[in-house]
C-alpha cells in the first residue's frame, strides 16, 4: 500500500488524520548465520520492503493497536503496559513500549496506531524485528527519548526476549535500525561496532527464494540451540575461559574441541567456529570483487547448517540444492533463523528467469508447494516517511 492509501486507513479507523508516518526494514542474511548470539560476526542487508507504523495522539489515556491484517483495535490502559498477552502480535509493539518505561520513559500520553507491512510472516526475512523497531523509531520520535539507533535495535531485542520468549541475537533488530540503501551492514555482534559495506555485484542479483514451507522457527528450536552454544561454551571453560564460541579461531577449536563431550554441543560449536571464519573471508573477498569466492561461502554455510546446526529441513534444502544446478548462480544458502523460511541467492542477470523457472518448477514437484521469488533491493533503515 501507498503512504496515500495508509493514511486514508488510518482515517477510516480512529475518525481523524495521522499525525506521522513511519516505516521500518525487513532484511536478508548474506552470511554469518546463529553466530549473532555467539558474539560473532554478520552480514545482512536491509529490504526495500517493511513495516509502516502510522500514529496520532489522543486524550484518552490509553494504546489504540490496529493491524490491517488484524479485524479487530486492541486498545490498551497505561497500567496495562507491561505485561506481555496470550497470541497477540500486539506483543510486539507493546514488548517495545514496555522497555521504554523500563528504561524510565513515563507513558502519559494516549496514542492511535495503525501498522502495515509488506514483509512475508513467518518467511525468515524479519517481519517481527521490522515492527519492534518502527515502534521504537516512532514513540523515540514522538516523546523525544533521544535513543539512538543501536539503543532502538537492542529495546527491540529485549521485546522479543520478554514479550515474544524468542532469545534471539541482535542481528535483525540491529540491520533495520541501521540499514543503508546499496550497503550490507558488517557487524561484530559482540561489540556492536559495525561497518556499512557496499554491495557492488555488478551484472549479478540478489534473489530471495520462499520455500513457504509449513515449519516455522518456533521459539522452541531456535532457544534449544541458543541453549546449546552456551552448554558447548561451558564444557570449554573446563580448558580455557571464553565467553563466546566466535572467540575461537578453527585452530583454537581443534586444539580443545575434544572437552565438548556432548554430540550435539560439539557440532553446534563446530558451525558457528566455521561460520565465524567464513563470514570474515566473505566480507574479505566483496570488498576485493571475489563474488565467486563470496558463492562457494555461502554454499559451504548452508552445508555447515544442514549438517553440524540442523537448522535446514527438507525444504531449504531442496530450494538450495535446485538453485545450485543453474549456471549463473554464484552461491545460494538458507537465510535468517531456518527450518522454513527463505533462501538467499547470487544469480547473475542473464540467468534470473531461467532460475525462476526451473528452481520453481523443480521444488514445486520434489515438495509440492509453489514458492516465491523476489529480487532483493537493499534499503534503508528505519525512518519517519511523512
Ligand atoms: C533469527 C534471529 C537472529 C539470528 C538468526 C540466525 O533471525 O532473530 O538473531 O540468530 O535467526 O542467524
Same mark, same amino acid.
Given at each position: 500500500?501507498?503512504?496515500?492509501?495508509?493514511?486514508?486507513?488510518?482515517?477510516?479507523?480512529?475518525?481523524?488524520?495521522?499525525?506521522?508516518?513511519?516505516?521500518?526494514?525487513?532484511?536478508?542474511?548474506?552470511?554469518?548465520?546463529?553466530?549473532?548470539?555467539?558474539?560473532?560476526?554478520?552480514?545482512?542487508?536491509?529490504?526495500?520492503?517493511?513495516?509502516?507504523?502510522?500514529?496520532?495522539?489522543?486524550?484518552?489515556?490509553?494504546?489504540?493497536?490496529?493491524?490491517?491484517?488484524?479485524?479487530?483495535?486492541?486498545?490498551?490502559?497505561?497500567?496495562?503496559?507491561?505485561?506481555?498477552?496470550?497470541?497477540?502480535?500486539?506483543?510486539?509493539?507493546?514488548?517495545?513500549?514496555?522497555?521504554?518505561?523500563?528504561?524510565?520513559?513515563?507513558?502519559?500520553?494516549?496514542?492511535?496506531? $495503525?501498522?502495515?507491512?509488506?514483509?512475508?510472516?513467518?518467511?525468515?526475512?524479519?517481519?517481527?524485528?521490522?515492527?519492534?523497531?518502527?515502534?521504537?523509531?516512532?514513540?523515540?520520535?514522538? $516523546?523525544?527519548?533521544?535513543?539512538?539507533?543501536?539503543?532502538?535495535?537492542?529495546?527491540?531485542?529485549?521485546?522479543?526476549?520478554?514479550?515474544?520468549?524468542?532469545?534471539?541475537?541482535?542481528?535483525?533488530?540491529?540491520?533495520?535500525?541501521?540499514?543503508?540503501?546499496?550497503?550490507?551492514?558488517? +557487524?561484530?555482534?559482540?561489540? +556492536?561496532?559495525?561497518? +556499512?559495506?557496499?554491495?557492488?555485484?555488478?551484472?549479478?542479483?540478489?534473489?530471495?527464494?520462499?520455500?513457504?514451507?509449513?515449519?516455522?522457527?518456533?521459539?522452541?528450536?531456535?532457544?534449544?540451540?541458543?541453549?546449546?552454544?552456551?552448554?558447548?561454551?561451558?564444557?570449554?571453560?573446563?580448558?580455557?575461559?571464553?565467553?563466546?564460541?566466535?572467540?575461537?579461531?578453527?585452530?583454537?577449536?581443534?586444539?580443545?574441541?575434544?572437552?565438548?563431550?556432548?554430540?550435539?554441543?560439539?557440532?553446534?560449536?563446530?558451525?558457528?567456529?566455521?561460520?565465524?571464519?567464513?563470514?570474515?573471508?566473505?566480507?574479505?573477498?566483496?570488498?576485493?570483487?571475489? $563474488?565467486?569466492?563470496?558463492?562457494?561461502?555461502?554454499?559451504?554455510?548452508?552445508?555447515?547448517?544442514?549438517?553440524?546446526?540442523?537448522?535446514?529441513?527438507?525444504?531449504?534444502?531442496?530450494?538450495?540444492?535446485?538453485?545450485?544446478?543453474?549456471?549463473?548462480?554464484?552461491?545460494?544458502?538458507?537465510?535468517?533463523?531456518?527450518?522454513?523460511?527463505?533462501?538467499?541467492?547470487?544469480?547473475?542477470?542473464?540467468?534470473?528467469?531461467?532460475?525462476?523457472?526451473?528452481?520453481?518448477?523443480?521444488?514445486?514437484?520434489?515438495?509440492?508447494?509453489?514458492?516465491?521469488?523476489?529480487?532483493?533491493?537493499?534499503?534503508?533503515?528505519?525512518?519517519?516517511?511523512?
Amino acid at each position: 500500500m501507498t503512504t496515500q492509501e495508509l493514511k486514508k486507513a488510518f482515517e477510516a479507523t480512529y475518525g481523524k488524520p495521522a499525525e506521522a508516518v513511519y516505516f521500518s526494514p525487513g532484511r536478508v542474511n548474506l552470511i554469518g548465520e546463529h553466530t549473532d548470539y555467539n558474539g560473532g560476526a554478520v552480514f545482512p542487508c536491509a529490504l526495500s520492503f517493511g513495516t509502516n507504523l502510522l500514529i496520532a495522539k489522543n486524550d484518552k489515556q490509553v494504546m489504540n493497536f490496529k493491524s490491517l491484517n488484524q479485524p479487530e483495535i486492541v486498545t490498551l490502559t497505561f497500567d496495562q503496559l507491561t505485561t506481555r498477552l496470550e497470541n497477540s502480535w500486539v506483543n510486539y509493539p507493546l514488548g517495545v513500549i514496555a522497555q521504554f518505561i523500563k528504561r524510565g520513559v513515563a507513558m502519559t500520553q494516549g496514542f492511535d496506531i $495503525l501498522i502495515w507491512g509488506n514483509v512475508p510472516n513467518g518467511a525468515g526475512l524479519s517481519s517481527s524485528a521490522a515492527l519492534e523497531v518502527v515502534t521504537a523509531y516512532a514513540f523515540n520520535d514522538q $516523546l523525544s527519548t533521544g535513543f539512538n539507533r543501536t539503543d532502538l535495535a537492542l529495546i527491540g531485542q529485549k521485546a522479543e526476549h520478554e514479550f515474544a520468549l524468542v532469545n534471539c541475537g541482535i542481528m535483525d533488530q540491529f540491520v533495520s535500525a541501521n540499514g543503508a540503501k546499496d550497503h550490507a551492514v558488517h +557487524l561484530n555482534c559482540d561489540t +556492536l561496532e559495525f561497518e +556499512l559495506v557496499p554491495v557492488k555485484l555488478q551484472g549479478v542479483k540478489i534473489v530471495i527464494s520462499n520455500t513457504h514451507s509449513p515449519h516455522k522457527l518456533d521459539s522452541g528450536a531456535y532457544n534449544q540451540r541458543v541453549a546449546e552454544c552456551k552448554k558447548a561454551v561451558e564444557q570449554l571453560n573446563t580448558v580455557r575461559p571464553i565467553k563466546y564460541l566466535a572467540e575461537l579461531t578453527e585452530a583454537d577449536f581443534k586444539a580443545i574441541e575434544h572437552a565438548i563431550t556432548d554430540p550435539v554441543a560439539h557440532k553446534r560449536a563446530r558451525h558457528v567456529v566455521g561460520e565465524v571464519q567464513r563470514t570474515s573471508d566473505a566480507v574479505k573477498a566483496l570488498k576485493e570483487g571475489k $563474488l565467486e569466492l563470496f558463492g562457494q561461502l555461502m554454499n559451504a554455510s548452508h552445508a555447515s547448517l544442514r549438517d553440524d546446526y540442523e537448522v535446514t529441513g527438507p525444504e531449504l534444502d531442496c530450494m538450495a540444492e535446485e538453485a545450485w544446478k543453474i549456471e549463473g548462480v554464484i552461491g545460494s544458502r538458507m537465510t535468517g533463523g531456518g527450518f522454513g523460511g527463505c533462501t538467499v541467492s547470487l544469480v547473475k542477470e542473464e540467468a534470473i528467469d531461467t532460475f525462476i523457472a526451473e528452481v520453481g518448477k523443480n521444488y514445486e514437484a520434489r515438495i509440492g508447494i509453489k514458492p516465491d521469488f523476489y529480487i532483493a533491493e537493499i534499503g534503508d533503515g528505519a525512518t519517519r516517511v511523512e
